[in-house]
């Protein structure tokens, strides 16, 4: 019967001459709001167990209301700076095995890691990622969003991409499997934020950053985050219309660097009392979440928010004072240190996910998850088998967990892999920066710092901050955790940088383990 | 039975928690290839009676084999200059009706016109077409490829847009109804041809004629015809594979200023002795030649050529001499004048179309047609009805014709409609430019010179180079035609150019006719 029924609808299907193309959406939309080095405690909502004083500070309703809404992920993972989580998130590997572990040049072939005294430059894919092996330096990979659109979804991405510098595939995102690209190019942040600015095109001053595909907002004052969110409901408008699922990748470039004021909202942070620079990154931050509320809003007008996923996420941590201002390690407390280093400040990642019908309301989650989960959680989300796909996945899928977040998700893995140079500062050591590897498994945390080999224990469960080394005091854990790195980083043939004083690898972390 | 049938077919569909969207390609695939500023000899393709000096200067093999396999139309019009026809092929109103009788600016707000001695400044739809009211000075209509859109197609622009200034929603194909958009924007020629000049955008020199998107060729020798026709079988490539029907709009923005020489052909133009600026005009014309011949091979190789069919167009005539070098009224020979006129060169327009399964193979339709019936025949192609569409068309479908070139269009009014200012030039009188309107009707063509109001009658069918005015010799068909013209203006609430002496609008020419 079943056979005799595909029969007549196809012989049904055949019959009109020019078939319109409409069928019963039950295919979730999915929108991941991926926000650019943005901390955790860059938000009102809390994501340590009692709020804190920067939760005070920012004003993020969006994102309140989003997880009254959805699942709170609380301890959610990216990489410390954003190329590597960018390709990780994309292609479901992570850094350690995609080579592209630091922050991609928008000019081709260029390594951005400064010169070091005690390392040679690493030989790391340089050109990020390549959905095709005809560039050099490149990972090779099939990212997600080709899946998506072989199956029929309309796939979107509006604001940064950075997966790859100019005369690479990687620049563009239509080569990653997008249908429709606003704004996304090979570079990693704006040049300007302000429209007034043409977001960068100037003539005479434009650089790789002025932001491509906007000309529609010169000199309208429309703030860069309002303009992308603006384009990102014209966009997802159209597989609306057309009943067609979607996926939107909405990443924004703020809150990166330039810190530049957000004037809708900026006057209360400095009656508040911030200084300039602050006052400015709160604005950033409160344009970012009312994005969010806007999406929110235009999904429910057009009654599609029940049948839309909506993850929220961070691509690594809060820029902390040595480019920003203020004492060191304080932009993420009470977690340590921020961008570059992998300490949690610097990878662990405020995430929520709202879904209506499948997602309980208003819950949390305390699996460790990494952004490596994102591919095969979006891709069973859309139903879609990834044999398709190239590579070997290092992300498992969330669905199970987040229809319920009790289930447990099994102890693995969770590796952050930075064997580049970021930034050069004196304060490198003090914030942990440069040269690090780590891994999260259970509630311990090993931090593997690669220039001195001196490795560091934590129990994340006591110790968030990572304050108290362990090292000493439970050896045992520190081998097994420090075995379970090594293996890991070594079947994933993980780079390691090379010393200059004897042209050797620094050693897996299993290797130097010699208590 | 049937409607038992759609209820089955209905539940079938159903019953799949994630149906994937396949369904059977019935609908054409719909290419318009519409070249820039190429004029009716600029091929080695004759759409004269016999082949003339031009046919054997240049090389365009791939448009011969199109004709051999399609239909020739040798009375295909357009607009004297690049946005009107652009506006009258998007929405299929004519330029007297759209009031875009200009070419627009990339800045809004920018009348093109240069100041004139005799009339003031024409008040005409300065920033082009818009897909909503928001924006001044614009022509309000339903661009068919959202129609197209809308009915399921896969619509991908290529190529030059220049639909509207930057700052408005016009500048940017997304809004008109494309689903993606490479290199397409507010400018109307690119900075540059060369992958290594960046198309344009150089540090400190880009202008807003640098061609955007294609940053992937930068520095590899890829000169933009062919970039762009990478990007377009990249583009199509992702339709066919969906099995949805596409409409591809590639727009080169050869053969337009600057003429810079396509490398792979300009040789060859040197050794027959051209001199430097024609030899690199008759590269640039057979690169795209090429770029045809390469998206015909694409369509071939991926099986789709027989289900697509293919419309090859140029928006202007060929520019004349006085641009170009050379003696005037020569370049688009035996028609007069060339880019910016009313006469035949700066209107009449080489068009083929190749469609397997419907057009006559090596076929030549008589019938004048114009750029403005795109639109209908398009939608009618597509099997979409036009009801959505805000506008009132002037173009009608050409359908019928293309299945049998026999079937005669009954006689229509053709208007060219150009009430501005081009190019100030002292040859304007010699070549005809600026402050012009004519009509075709029939075999008939009455050319009306708004400075001097002295209307020119032809007949087409004797004297394509519109040398012999007939006006003292057949005044009835004068006065026939130029009420007609009138009347049509007049219903399309055209505009006129106001005399700085009077105040008063240039009068409809039924109005001037005083024999």
Partial sequence: MKKLMITIALLYAGLFAFPQRKMPQVRPNIIVFLVDDMGIMDTSLPFCKRIMPLNKRYHTPNMEQMAKEGMKFVNAYAQP???????????????????????????????????????????????GLSPDTATEHTVNATP???????????????????????????????????????????????????????????????????????????????FLTEALTLEAKKAIGVPIERKEPFYLNIAHYAVHVPIMADKRFVQKYYDAGLDSTEAKYA??????????????????????????????????????????????????????????SVYE????????????ATVPANSVNNNPVIIDDFFPTILEIAGIKTSKKIQKLDGISL??????????????????????????????????????????????????????????????????????NLDLSNPVETKKLAALLGNTLRERNAQMPIEKSTGKAVPYPDKTFIK
């Fill in 81 to 127: 700076v954003c190329t590597p989580t960018r390709v990780s998130f994309i292609t479901g590997m992570n850094a350690s095995r995609t080579h592209v572990t630091n922050w991609t040049s928008p000019q081709k072939n260029n390594n951005t890691d400064p010169e070091d005294d005690q390392f040679l430059p690493l030989n790391w894919n340089i050109n």
């Fill in 144 to 222: 997600f969003p080709q899946l998506l659109r072989d199956a029929g979804y309309y796939t979107i991405h509006i604001g940064k991409a950075h997966w790859g510098p100019m005369g690479s595939p990687g620049a563009n995102p239509y080569n990653l499997g997008f249908m429709v690209n606003v704004a996304g190019h090979s570079a990693g942040h704006p040049q300007s934020y302000l429209s007034e600015q043409k977001y960068g095109n100037m003539p005479g001053k434009a650089q790789a950053q002025a932001v491509p595909d906007l000309e529609e907002y010169y000199n309208t004052n429309t």
């Fill in 283 to 340: 604005s950033l931050i409160e344009g970012m979440d009312k994005s969010l509320g806007d999406i929110m809003d235009f999904l429910r007008a057009k009654k599609v928010d029940k049948n839309t996923i909506i993850i929220f996420m961070s691509d690594n941590g809060g820029l902390d004072a040595h480019l920003r201002g203020g004492k060191i390690n304080t932009h993420n407390s009470p977690f340590r240190s921020g961008k570059g």
């Fill in 345 to 356: 400040g610097g990878v662990h990642e405020p995430m929520i996910v709202k879904w209506p």
């Fill in 399 to 468: 669905l199970p967990t987040l229809k319920n977040p009790a289930v447990k998700i099994d102890d693995r893995p969770l590796i952050f892999h930075y064997p580049n140079n970021w930034n050069a500062t004196p304060d490198e050591a003090a914030l942990g920066l440069n040269y690090y590897s780590a891994i999260r498994f259970g509630n311990w945390k090993l931090v593997y710092p690669l220039r001195t080999k001196k490795l560091e224990l934590y129990d994340l469960s006591k110790d968030i901050g990572e304050e108290h």
